[in-house]
């Protein structure tokens, strides 16, 4: 009688990499980034009924600080992976860092709101963008088989800070007025700088094709889309689910800068207001760790659970204004949990799932490529939204709208190849094997030592819990 091979043996697999290490010091710097970026995204609610006041604009015109920074957030991401990968992600970190605090002081000293779309919005959005690409591809680096737990620890920062940001910023600004907040908050940003400094760098040789690139002109194009990983742009399961993520970054942002003007409008005071945004944070908190610590259980496909997630985000979304129409406090409270367990969910898998969308070699690549083609939902969300509320009188159909869109991003991810397979397609081909020489990056050295040798072991802790799908955020 002869046995059958073990399943995973027939399929390609993910080269067993490193698991943690040095890489837990990464986990901890992209928690403090993530914190201090969308976190204070997150927060805007607070200065957003600041300006409105102070300038006395409508709420689509301050709606554009917000989306101005966070398409600028999403524009640079592949330039700033096409540096990573000519020169190393340190700098670029670190450079980020910089231009993120520089851009909130500047923006202490607007007369107008142009000067605020300027500073807080391309200044720091650029500097945002510099930190996070980088970054997250470092993490997902140096993990396989806890791969999304680690994404979701770091990615927990953000509700966290949107739990601490929203009742000090609200204090800040009674304090301080607004333009001392936001001086405080740019001097809290420059902690970023620390952040990129821990990033080891690995200074490894170019490889000879990529230096005879440089000599021509049109060598140094094909260095510049090999960089940018431009290929991509070629491949559907990447484009299709590129456009999935866009149809939900519509949406995404929406609560976090409309929620707090909603929850005053219908009555409730400032604090109460800020806590809902806060609640809203523990919850998005715990969304995230128990969404990738489940996903590394492997026991469902990945793509399964994020469409599961977004589908119910965009519910949640939609019933925001339901639960305040009868004045109900905890109603609103109760909603706001659910978003926020939901949203945080969601986020934890679309990035760490990417290794299998684009392989570890195109990583950061694909990773700066996502975010600057999902930028055109960022950027136009919130403004649509307050343009619905300035049309409406208040906002009711901005998160309706918003919700739908989320639902439209889960259907349109189910035209993914492979997507009601109950087992996951091979991965893409030419990965690295060496993921993090790609990065500019440099683990301890015995977190790169690959020990393990049985490939029924190694086919089990990659198909099973490492990036079980085929796509990422």
């Known amino acids: 009688m002869t046995m059958s091979k073990p399943k995973a043996d027939t399929q390609t697999v993910e080269p067993e990499g490193p698991d943690g290490g040095w890489g837990w010091v990464l986990v901890g710097a992209l928690f403090v980034s993530i914190g ?9 609610g607070i200065f957003f009924v600041e300006f409105i006041q102070y300038f006395g604009e409508s709420a689509q015109a301050v709606s554009w600080i917000t989306s101005t920074g966070v398409a600028a ?76 737990l680690a994404v ?27 333009r001392g907040a936001l001086l405080i908050v740019g001097g809290l940003s420059f902690n970023i700088i620390a952040c990129g400094a821990v990033i080891c760098v690995q200074k490894t040789p170019q490889a000879p094709a990529k230096v005879m690139r440089r000599s021509t002109c049109a060598g140094m194009l094909q260095g510049i889309s090999s960089y940018l990983e431009l290929s991509l742009l070629c491949e559907r399961p990447f484009l299709t689910y590129t456009l999935a993520i866009t149809f939900t970054n519509v949406g995404f942002f929406v ?12 009555g409730f005071s400032e604090y109460q207001a800020a806590f809902i945004m806060s609640a809203g944070g523990v919850a998005d908190i715990l969304g995230r760790i128990v969404s990738g610590w489940f996903a590394d259980l492997g026991n469902f496909r990945m793509i399964h659970l994020l469409a599961m997630w977004m589908s119910l985000a965009g519910v949640f979304i939609v019933l925001l204004p339901v639960s305040s129409m009868t004045g109900s406090y905890p109603g609103l409270m109760v909603v706001s949990l659910l978003y926020g367990f939901t949203s945080g969910a969601l986020t934890s898998l679309v990035f760490s799932v990417m290794p ?61 190849p492979h997507f009601f397979s109950c087992t996951d397609p091979p991965p893409p081909q030419g990965q690295s094997k060496n993921p993090q020489s790609e990065l500019g990056l440099m683990a301890q050295p015995a977190a790169i030592t690959d020990t393990d040798d049985d490939k029924e072991t190694q086919s089990k802790s990659i198909v099973g819990a490492a990036t079980p799908e085929l796509n990422g955020r």
């Open 36 to 44: 201090l970026v969308f976190g204070l995204v997150r927060s805007m």
């Open 73 to 148: 957030l999403q524009f640079i991401s592949p330039v700033a992976a096409a540096l990573c990968n000519a020169y190393n992600a340190r700098v670029v970190v670190i450079t980020g860092g910089i231009l993120a605090g520089v851009g909130l002081i500047l923006a202490t000293q607007a007369t107008s709101l142009l000067h605020l779309y300027l500073s807080m919005g391309v200044i720091s959005g650029l500097g945002w963008g510099l930190v996070i690409t980088p970054m997250l591809a470092s993490v997902i680096a140096s993990f396989t088989r806890r791969r999304s």
């Open 152 to 178: 979701g620890l770091a990615f927990s920062s953000v509700g966290l800070s949107a739990f601490a940001f929203n009742p000090l910023f609200q204090m800040l600004v009674e304090m301080y007025a607004w």
């Open 255 to 266: 609560p976090y800068v409309h929620l707090v003007a909603h929850s005053r409008q219908v």
């Open 356 to 416: 299998k969308i684009v392989g570890l070699k195109r990583l950061a690549g694909g990773l700066g490529l996502l975010q600057l083609l999902e930028s055109g939902g960022g950027l136009v969300g919130v403004p649509l939204s307050g343009w619905l509320r300035d049309k409406t009188g208040n906002y009711t159909a901005s998160f309706v709208v918003a919700g739908s869109f989320f639902i439209l991003g889960a259907l349109t991810m189910a035209t993914l």
